[in-house]
């Protein structure tokens, strides 16, 4: 029969006069242990509660550290758990005594209720300069130390006899010291004192009825020992146990003294290990497993025998484990196929070996699960419509672990990887939000995504959560983004007449605002192809054709328009020319990517050498992608640069601005009919750059933005160079553009558009 199981109790607790209260109640007839397991109610105490002992009808848990601990009695029979009143509990292994402090006064409750408290009055003993400090309990004897202050504070062995209380020092040889104190096993203690010229380190077995010095066992000197446990036939230590890399565990044999020394796994930490008894087998590992942060050999509740040396795991985790009042073991921790609660350890009838078996569940799985999860979209997914961002992510069943999102353009190959924030205890959201950028910076393309979302434990126990499928990204076209990700590009014609495209909003992610930290990544250039030295003047126009994608109009040295309708792709994104028309060598500028006519399709507008400014209306058909010319203005030979901006300052239309030669900068509103307002200065000095080009919304604000390229190469050393400004919209139309930014350098030759 399992005593721990088998008897039932009720349990009164009060506030004594020093402790508490348990009256005696009769026990019902024993369950087998199956039975008792199976009709178990579930585990009551805390997730994260510690075993501190256990006896014939319950158990002492403590949780919460300094001002915030609480102890708590659980009973065997039907697993009420009840708050021990505040303060200092103590328990002694294997039995159901709780020892509680009132100052010098501790009152020892058998919490079965089978017999009255036992209170020890310990202030006859001590005196100011030589304090009594309770080390443990064993069985209902104090071990406690006088501290005398002279580097040799003995130690006591207080009980209450006959009504006394008595008062017996530990025979330890005079001038030892006494290093560490241990419970080898229930009712027993065992001792590490060193003599006074530190030479001599022995391993002691005490009788705490006495005090006598049983047995002792000389240890490694100048090594520290831990994970004291004894067997029937053999005593075990652990020398070096914090260790990281050579802590080793000695078995001794009782008779003979014969030993054998075992190499611990050593995984780079100094957690305490914890070893119990069990027969002839040693219970060991690194508790806390359950919610470590990173994996250890360690984690698992092994078994090891004494005697043969056969080992294999019991539990995948634990978190505490104590003697119970039987010779076998209870342990708060969990295996992956029956999860978390309380088990006991025992010796299997049929084999000898030990066994462990559920005695109550807390209801939570020890392998990691998805409680709650919000996974990536499938089908089309509009990111405008989102609000720029993909939202993912999970509520798991415990806070150790290691969530990510990975993303993979099918296209081009790009990957981006999400990670949630590092686990902190008690954060069980794990959220994996995607901003719409590849790790580099770049906006993401438009298309087809693969994605597989991960959530892996982080200590290493279990396998891995994860979710796999497909979706594709769409967004609204945007002017001058020729590549199909969202952001306006650059287009830059260098020397040999090679052009390439650069994403804008990488370029300006890579310069931050003061206090923040700087990008660790390169740009991208995007290789569009040689040849285009034939032309005078390029364009980008923004969406002229109807397909949904940025645009581009090239004049070659003839006359002739040529016209490159935008495919979108990062790879190739234009088509092959069209011919739009012939005489176009009348015009000295053009330029293109406003709607000015409030049809939704951008416009070009060129000005003639006499200074008359020509609209060409957008047809969306891309084999005759303008409408005849219509005169919108005159006079505008006064200027050397005009610009389509797209609304820029919150009118109906598209906007255009000019400048002067003098440097002044002039905003045309557009009325959205192919007319403007009068013309407003917004900016002086502009004669300081080469180009000014109408990009669209470089933020991503909603507000669209300028760029323009400096007119004189950058200083030394790299004067091949020359830079970019960003100008950021306001949305103001006394003073559409915020101060400059810069960006980027580019070649000083290099053509803009």
């Known amino acids: 029969m399992n005593?721990?199981?088998?008897?039932?109790?009720?349990?009164?607790?009060?506030?004594?006069?020093?402790?508490?209260?348990?009256?005696?109640?009769?026990?019902?007839?024993?369950?087998?242990?199956?039975?008792?397991?199976?009709?178990?109610?579930?585990?009551?105490?805390?997730?994260d509660s510690e075993l501190l002992s256990a006896g014939s009808t319950g158990m002492l848990t403590r949780t919460g550290t300094g001002t915030a601990v609480v102890h708590r009695w659980t009973r065997h029979a039907d697993g009420v758990t009840t708050t021990l009143p505040a303060g200092t509990h103590w328990g002694s292994p294997g039995t159901d005594?709780?020892?509680s402090r009132d100052g010098a006064v501790y009152t020892l409750t058998d919490m079965s209720g089978a017999a009255e408290p036992v209170v020890i009055d310990t202030s006859a003993l001590q005196t100011e300069t030589a304090p009594y400090t309770l080390q443990r309990v064993v069985g209902r004897t104090l071990l406690m130390k006088q501290d005398v202050r002279d580097g040799a504070d003995p130690f006591r062995l207080v009980s209450l006899e006959d009504g006394q209380v008595v008062d017996r020092k530990v025979a330890v040889p005079d001038g030892n010291v006494v290093r560490y104190n241990y419970a080898p096993r229930p009712g027993a203690l065992a001792l590490l004192h060193v003599s006074s010229d530190y030479a001599t380190w022995t391993l002691s077995l005490v009788d705490p009825a006495t005090g006598a010095l049983t047995e002792s066992y000389t240890t490694a000197p100048n090594r520290q020992v831990g994970g004291v446990a004894l067997t029937p036939t053999h005593v075990t230590w652990v020398e070096d146990p914090h260790s990281s890399v050579n802590r080793r565990q000695v078995v001794?044999?009782?008779?003979?003294n014969e030993r054998q020394t075992v190499p611990l796994p050593s995984p780079g930490d100094t957690t305490s290990t914890t070893f119990r008894a069990l027969g002839d087998w040693l219970a060991y590992a690194n508790p806390g497993g359950g919610t470590a942060l990173s994996p250890s050999v360690l984690h698992p509740l092994t078994v090891r025998s004494a005697t043969t040396g056969e080992s294999?795991?019991?539990?995948?985790h634990v978190g505490s484990i104590v003697p119970d009042a039987d010779g076998a073991l209870l342990a708060l921790g969990g295996t992956l196929d029956r999860g978390e609660g309380l088990y006991r350890i025992a010796l299997d009838a049929a084999t000898g070996k030990p066994a462990a078996t559920l005695v109550r569940t807390s209801g939570q799985p020890t392998a990691l699960t998805a409680?709650?999860?919000?996974?990536?979209?499938?089908?089309?997914?509009?990111?405008?419509?989102?609000?720029?961002?993909?939202?993912?992510?999970?509520?798991?069943?415990?806070?150790?672990?290691?969530?990510?999102?990975?993303?993979?353009?099918?296209?081009?190959?790009?990957?981006?990887?999400?990670?949630?924030?590092?686990p902190s205890a008690g954060a069980t959201d794990f959220p994996l939000d995607w901003n719409g950028l590849y790790d580099d910076g770049m906006p993401a393309y438009n298309g087809a995504y693969t994605w597989t979302m991960r959530a892996e434990p982080a200590n290493g126990i279990g396998p891995a959560v994860e979710r796999t499928g497909t979706f594709t990204l769409t967004r609204a076209p945007r002017p001058h983004d020729v590549d199909g990700n969202g952001s306006p590009d650059v287009l830059s014609?260098?020397?040999s007449g090679y052009l390439s495209s650069n994403d804008l909003r990488q370029l300006w992610s890579l310069h931050p605002g003061e206090g923040e930290l700087i990008p660790q990544y390169d740009p991208y250039t995007l290789p569009i192809g040689a040849g285009w030295q034939v032309y005078d003047r390029i364009a980008a126009t923004g969406d002229i054709a109807g397909n949904g994608n940025g645009d581009l109009v090239a004049r070659d040295g003839t006359g002739m328009l040529?016209?490159?309708?935008?495919?979108?792709?990062?790879?190739?994104?234009?088509?092959?020319?069209?011919?739009?028309?012939?005489?176009?060598?009348?015009?000295?500028?053009?330029?293109?990517?406003?709607?000015?006519?409030?049809?939704?399709?951008?416009?070009?507008?060129?000005?003639?050498?006499?200074?008359?400014?020509?609209l060409y209306a957008s047809t969306g058909d891309a084999k005759a992608p303008f409408q005849p010319k219509k005169q919108i203005g005159g006079g505008w030979q006064v200027y050397n640069e005009i610009v389509a901006t797209g609304d820029l300052a919150g009118a109906t239309g598209g906007d255009l601005v000019a400048r002067d030669t003098a440097g002044a900068l002039w905003l045309y509103l557009g009325k959205g009919d192919g007319t403007f307002t009068a013309r407003t200065l917004i900016g002086s000095g502009w004669q300081a750059y080469q180009q000014i080009l109408g990009v669209g919304d470089v933020d991503g604000d909603g507000r669209n933005d300028l760029v323009a390229k400096s007119a004189a190469p950058n200083p030394e050393p790299d004067t091949s160079r020359s830079g970019l400004a960003l100008y950021r919209g306001t949305g103001d139309r006394?003073?559409?553009?915020?101060?400059?930014?810069?960006?980027?350098?580019?070649?000083?030759?290099?053509?803009?558009?």
């Open 3 to 47: 005593r721990t199981l088998a008897t039932t109790v009720a349990l009164v607790l009060a506030v004594t006069a020093g402790g508490l209260a348990a009256p005696a109640l009769a026990a019902t007839p024993r369950a087998t242990a199956a039975a008792a397991a199976e009709a178990a109610a579930p585990l009551t105490v805390p997730a």
């Open 97 to 99: 005594v709780v020892v």
């Open 252 to 256: 001794a044999d009782r008779k003979t």
């Open 312 to 316: 294999f795991p019991l539990l995948d």
């Open 371 to 422: 409680v709650k999860e919000t996974l990536p979209p499938t089908g089309a997914f509009d990111f405008d419509r989102a609000g720029g961002r993909l939202t993912a992510g999970w509520t798991l069943s415990r806070f150790n672990a290691h969530a990510s999102l990975t993303l993979k353009h099918t296209a081009s190959g790009r990957t981006v990887q999400l990670k949630a924030p590092t």
């Open 493 to 495: 014609r260098d020397g």
């Open 562 to 614: 040529w016209f490159y309708a935008g495919k979108g792709t990062h790879t190739s994104p234009f088509a092959a020319r069209t011919q739009i028309g012939g005489g176009w060598q009348v015009y000295d500028k053009l330029t293109g990517g406003s709607d000015l006519t409030g049809d939704g399709r951008a416009d070009l507008v060129a000005t003639d050498k006499a200074g008359v400014l020509w």
């Open 734 to 753: 006394t003073a559409p553009l915020a101060a400059r930014q810069f960006i980027a350098s580019v070649g000083t030759g290099d053509q803009l558009s």
